[in-house]
Structure formats: C-alpha cells, structure tokens
C-alpha cells in the first residue's frame, strides 16, 4: 500500500493516514521528500477499499503496490535515494569509485593501495578481512587485524572503508571498522544476515548473487529496507551464463533497469564482473555511462603476487589511467567524478 501525501498536509493529518494503516494490520514505513510525505504500508491483514485512503484530509493519491517490493521499488522514494556515508554521497550528482586490494594482506600492500586510491580521486577503499572462498584450503583473509590495518590506512587518507561481512556475529565487528558492510554474492539470499543488517543503520552494499534476477535482488534488499535500514546500495557485480571467457557476464543493463524500478542506488563492480585486468577499463567506462553511481574496482601494487584474484585486479598505473577517462566520460553524462 503507497499513500502520497498532499504537499504541505500536517503533520496530524499525517499521523491520522499512519494510524488507520496501522489498524489494517500495515508496518508504516514514512518517506519525506522534499514536496510530499509518502507512506508505505507492508503487510495488512484485512480487506479495505482504497477509496478510503483517497477521501481522506492531506492524502493526495493512493495505490496498492502489487511488486513483491514494495519499499525498493521507485514509487516509494520517486526521487530516488542518496545514501549519506559520512560526507560522502552516493547516488547523488558524483559517480563514487571505491578501489583497493580483493584482501588486505599486509600493512604496505594496503598503505600503498590507499595512497593511491585517495590521490587518483578515489573516496572508498575496499578489502576484504574475511574473504569467502571455493576452496577451503584458499587465504581466507586476516580477519579483525585485516579490519584494523584498513581503518588506519584509510584515516591517514581521508578514505572511507567498505569491507565484507560473513554472518551475523561478524556485524558489530564490522560496524566499528568499515563505514559501509558489505554483503558479497554468496550471501545475497542470506535472508538472516539481512535482517540483522536491517536492524542497525550502518549503510549496506548489497552485491548481485551469480544467478540472481533483478527481482531476486531487489527482494533481498527488502529484507534490509524491512528492517528500518534505508541506507542501501546495490552492486552489479557480474552473472553466471554459459560465457567461459569472462568469469561472471558483467550485466550492464541491470544498471539502468534497476533505476526504473528502484529508487536505491547502484555501483558496479566490472572487476568480478569480467575477472580479467585487460577489461575491467573498458567495463568501468561503460558503467558510468549506463548511469552507475559508483564503481568498485580491485587495485594491486603487485598483482601477479596477489593472494586473491590477482587476475582481475589491475596495476596502479593502471587504475591511474582509468581515472582520469573517468572523469571524462562522467562529465559526458552530466556527472561528477
């Protein structure tokens, strides 16, 4: 159920709108823009007219909402979502690229991928201090030391962080180191984690599973949205398809989909999406032409040493080049980088 308030309705009449939802058997979620309030009942355990909504003082429309999401979907939020990540905004006017290493391994690796990534105009340094992995006997990352050595480089060059969460017991561990949680493909679905995640405000970056459809994502995002967390991102990240050349197919066309139907904000991430140094460039330029409100992209001083998809992740000089053909094609399209 979406109930639009008129432009300047009160706050009582407001109020009057949530309370008759509530006795239907809604969760209200309240939305403010900057001209109308919009109200989103889940749920609603009886059968009502519409028309009730309608007729009453302040309401200016209402409608059912027949997606299966229904505060993910753009009629929630017509204007669309800016997560606040400090003084950082995504899904604003500037396209956000968020580099660094698959796993901090060490303190140099990853001083060296913050002094890169914060003088070539970068503002997120990823890295993963847990890492999931096909094969048990892979480096699965150093854990809360990994998270300690991130911060710090982070603070010492104005970065923000953004590392990946395994399960619940992980989320307080996470929120005092990382300012936005990650949850990688594996755990797209991992409706549990969501719901813990929905339960703090610490912003979500939601990344795509493997053989996930856009619905699917966009579901998975409710469970957070349900929870009272709006301060959600989506992350293309690559499909599973019959393609072997490329590691995942990099689905560019989610980007402007996911925009039509969501108001949540969308990055890419064309270093999983492809797993191959030689295209992440060219796939990162097409993203932010697509309309991606930020990039993710894997950064090694030494790649070929990596002890994470060393493959896919490109060299500094590189990741150099990249930004500034960035900052070209985000102007081309009306954007900042």
């Not at 997606?67 to 396209?95: E, H, N």
């Amino acid at each position: 159920m979406l109930v639009v308030m008129q432009q300047g309705a009160t706050e009582e009449q407001i109020e009057h709108v949530i309370d008759r939802l509530v006795d239907l058997g809604f969760d209200v979620h309240r939305s403010t823009g900057l001209i109308h309030t919009v109200l989103g009942g889940v749920g609603g355990k009886y059968d009502f007219d519409v028309a009730v909504f309608e007729v009453m003082e302040g309401v200016k429309e209402a409608h059912r909402i027949v997606s299966p999401y229904k505060l993910a979907s753009r009629g929630f939020r017509p204007g669309g979502t800016i997560v606040q990540v400090g003084p950082l905004a995504i899904g604003g006017d500037a396209v956000v690229v968020m580099a660094g290493p698959c796993s901090v391994e060490n303190r140099d690796q990853i001083e060296q991928c913050a002094e890169l990534a914060a003088r070539t105009g970068a503002r997120v340094i990823r890295g993963g201090a847990f890492k999931p992995r096909s094969s048990p006997y892979e480096f699965q990352g150093l854990g809360a030391e990994g998270l300690q050595m991130l911060r710090a480089a982070a603070d010492r060059h104005g970065l923000l962080v953004v590392s990946e969460v395994m399960d619940q017991t992980q989320i307080p561990l996470l929120a005092e180191y990382a300012d936005i949680v990650q949850v990688g493909a594996r755990n797209m679905q991992n409706f549990n984690l969501l719901r813990e995640l929905g339960k703090q405000s610490k912003p979500v970056l939601l990344k795509r599973g493997i053989a996930a459809s856009i619905e699917e994502l966009l579901l998975s995002a409710e469970y957070i949205l349900a929870g009272g967390n709006y301060n959600v991102i989506l992350c293309e990240r690559g499909i599973r398809t019959f393609e072997t050349y490329t590691r995942n197919t990099l689905d560019l066309s989610a980007i402007p989909v996911v925009k039509k139907l969501s108001h949540l904000p969308i990055v890419a991430d064309p270093s999983h999406g492809t797993g191959r140094r030689d295209i992440v460039a060219p796939m990162a330029r097409a993203a932010v032409a697509a309309g991606a409100d930020g990039l993710m992209i894997e950064v090694h001083p030494d790649p070929d040493r990596a002890l994470s998809d060393g493959a896919q992740s490109v060299r500094p000089e590189q990741f150099e080049e990249l930004m500034h053909q960035l900052q070209a094609i985000a102007l081309a399209v009306g954007r900042t980088l």
